[in-house]
């Protein structure tokens, strides 16, 4: 057997996980191939797999016994010694710990490392950062995709009572302009619309970015505003802002989102100062989000070398050196540092449990899209899938589940309600304009939805609803897909299931007395339930918890935040590597992450910064809720910026 490590290596790179696992029968099947083509006869690889049929020994996670297992359970055991021999099953028959058994002799595992990401070059080319602001007044990147006549003929817009003219709005700014000179243009189409109807950031610039058509035009409003120098002019551009929403208040940008603005200005500029020093460092140029701004800057590589979360880059000379500044921006100090889905369940449950070998592997995999995997890597992660998220974890808790659930409760209150539901319809339809608005208003309120979201959708519910009276049978999801089908042809968007659970959930409301209403409710609880559950799961699971913390480690902002690569503004408070560092009194992010925890009480529960015979740091709140109650396909997984950590920002500003 003095080729069972070349063997072993064989086998790992056949199996999907490049791992191999001696008690796969997939596995098993491809090592007997290669033992055949090693020259084996049929007694000796018989004689092998024999051997391998072995039992392991596993220590519960609940109860700390250890005992012999066939097959271990990865959600309640760890393994603690694999193919185990007749003296090690009877030793643990006798009750002997963990640390009692030999597992020297395990069978070395060969794996596949993860491919290395490619290391980020932050620093910029020093001639293409000194040709950023020609580029910007007189390049390509100076112009709009969407030009004058396609906005002014956009059927969607609609014009403020009050506009403002664009020469008053570049009056306040620095000359030349230090950003794309097209988000002139754009900041002067967004104050001079109202915020109504089906509008988006791509109806006012082609370089749109994520986020709600708030949030993108107040990122706009914030790097416009950081590239002025002139602190006088920097507050008469504020104020002319705010005066501006006074006079129009059905505008897109709000007096906070400048408020805002105002304060992000303030603070990065006032990081400068104890950073470089005061009056050691310029102001060079400003870029949104979008990969031809960046590189304009000098940036090497936009996809390899952009920041975690940043929203804005700014470019500063030091020293006669031009360096880069990501920031990411946060409204105020509510902010989301996550953002997700309790669709993450999984990732979760698998990073609680997985092994190192696999972890790492499962890790450099997490999130690529599916056209950068290869066949192999796709069949990994299924399979680790298949391996831990089992039916050991509860129904209430797995979203596929508890969206099954939530239909089949849309389709049974339809079926059993479809008369009243009807009569219900029908009466909506006989109702003046005026009532049916009002009606809307309060089911939209209802469902969470925006204040004007009735008034830009009256219309289309109307021949939704002309269009399910005049259907035969038994009303469904399904029928109320065709409706939305016709009402908005083309737009798969529209008529999804997300979509048509919605307008279930309206048509249920209509009538406040019936009994679809009630039944409305039990839907609800569903939603609620499964949000309660998932919390609770997270927090009393010890797997799950440890899962939790493993997840967030890449999405949470703290690790761009220690290593100086990014910084995040809160209005004008700045979480910064000096900050972070003052704050936590850590180095780097390894020191960090290996005193987070999850804290239970006090509520609510919250990830902190723990080190034994010092006090607690609570850093965000874990909160969980439905996204869409009733109606949505997932639910949010937030962490808040936690009200403690909050005032320890703005303890140090007020220090300094």
Not at 111 to 136: M, R, S, V
């Amino acid at each position: 057997m003095n080729n069972w490590k070349k063997i072993l290596n064989e086998l790992s790179y056949r199996v999907s996980s490049g791992i191999p696992d001696l008690t796969n029968e997939q596995h098993l099947m491809k090592l007997w191939d290669i033992l055949k083509e090693h020259n084996w006869n049929l007694d000796a690889r018989v004689e092998l797999l024999k051997n391998l049929d072995e039992m392991s020994i596993v220590k519960n996670k609940k109860s700390g016994n250890v005992y012999p297992v066939k097959k271990y359970k990865p959600q309640t055991q760890t393994i603690v010694k694999k193919n185990a021999t007749k003296d090690d099953i009877e030793k643990a028959k006798q009750g002997a710990g963990e640390d009692e058994f030999d597992t020297t002799t395990d069978t070395d595992v060969v794996k596949i490392e993860p491919e290395k990401a490619p290391e980020k070059n932050k620093k910029l080319d020093q001639t293409k950062t000194n040709q950023a602001t020609e580029e910007f007044n007189e390049g390509k990147l100076s112009e709009d995709g969407v030009s004058d006549e396609d906005f002014e003929n956009n059927p969607e817009i609609t014009k403020v009572d009050k506009p403002i003219d664009i020469k008053e709005i570049e009056s306040r700014l620095s000359k030349p302009l230090p950003f794309p000179k097209k988000y002139l243009k754009v900041l002067t189409r967004l104050l001079n619309t109202k915020n109504q109807g089906k509008i988006s950031i791509s109806d006012f610039t082609d370089a749109a970015g994520g986020g709600t058509l708030e949030s993108t035009a107040g990122e706009i409003v914030s790097m416009i505003g950081m590239s002025i120098d002139d602190n006088e002019k920097a507050n008469q551009f504020f104020d002319m802002l705010s005066q501006h929403t006074k006079d129009n208040n059905d505008g897109i940008i709000s007096s906070s989102w400048i408020e805002s603005a105002r304060k992000v200005r303030e603070g990065t500029r006032g990081r400068y100062d104890r950073e470089f020093g005061e009056g050691n460092w310029k102001f060079k140029n400003a870029a949104w989000d979008i990969k031809d701004e960046v590189e304009a800057l000098g940036i090497e590589d936009y996809k390899r070398d952009k920041g975690f979360s940043t929203d804005v880059y700014f470019s500063v000379e030091v020293d006669g050196e031009t360096i880069l500044d990501e920031v990411s921006l946060k409204k105020d100090k509510k902010a989301n540092l996550l953002n997700s889905t309790s669709g993450r369940m999984s990732d979760i449950i698998i990073r609680g449990n997985a092994t190192t070998e696999e972890y790492k592997r499962y890790d450099s995999l997490y999130g690529k899209p599916a056209k950068e995997l290869s066949e192999d890597d796709k069949k990994f992660l299924k399979e680790i899938e298949e391996k831990y998220y089992t039916e050991d974890i509860p129904d209430n808790v797995k979203v596929s589940k508890v969206k099954q659930k939530q239909l089949e409760l849309h389709q049974e209150s339809l079926s059993n309600n479809n008369d009243s539901i009807r009569n219900d319809i029908d009466n909506f339809l006989s109702m003046s304009k005026e009532k049916q608005l009002e009606r809307l208003k309060q089911l939209g309120k209802d469902l969470n939805q925006s204040k004007k979201w009735a008034e830009s959708n009256l219309d289309d519910y109307i021949e939704i609803m002309n269009g399910l009276k005049n259907t035969e049978g038994t009303l469904s999801i399904d029928m109320i897909g065709e409706q939305l089908k016709k009402v908005f042809p083309g737009k798969s968007a529209k008529s999804d299931m997300r979509s048509r659970q919605k307008t279930s959930a309206l048509l249920q409301q209509l009538n406040p007395e019936s009994e679809s209403k009630k039944d409305w409710d039990n839907i609800v609880r569903n939603s609620h339930q499964h949000a309660e559950e998932t919390a609770k799961y997270l927090l009393e699971n010890d797997t799950a918890r440890e899962g939790l913390l493993k997840s967030i480690r890449e999405d949470f902002p703290l690790q761009a935040l220690m290593s100086g690569e990014e910084s995040m503004s809160l209005g004008d408070l700045s979480a910064d590597q000096g900050t972070l560092r003052e704050i936590f009194g850590v180095k780097d992010f390894k020191e960090l992450e290996q005193n987070l925890k999850v804290r239970e009480t006090p509520e609510p529960a919250s990830i902190v910064f723990s080190v034994e015979g010092q006090e607690e740091i609570p850093i965000s709140e874990i909160n969980t809720r439905p996204d869409g109650i009733g109606y949505g396909g997932s639910w949010k997984l937030e962490m808040k910026l936690h009200p403690d950590f909050a005032l320890r920002l703005e303890t140090l500003k007020k220090a300094r």
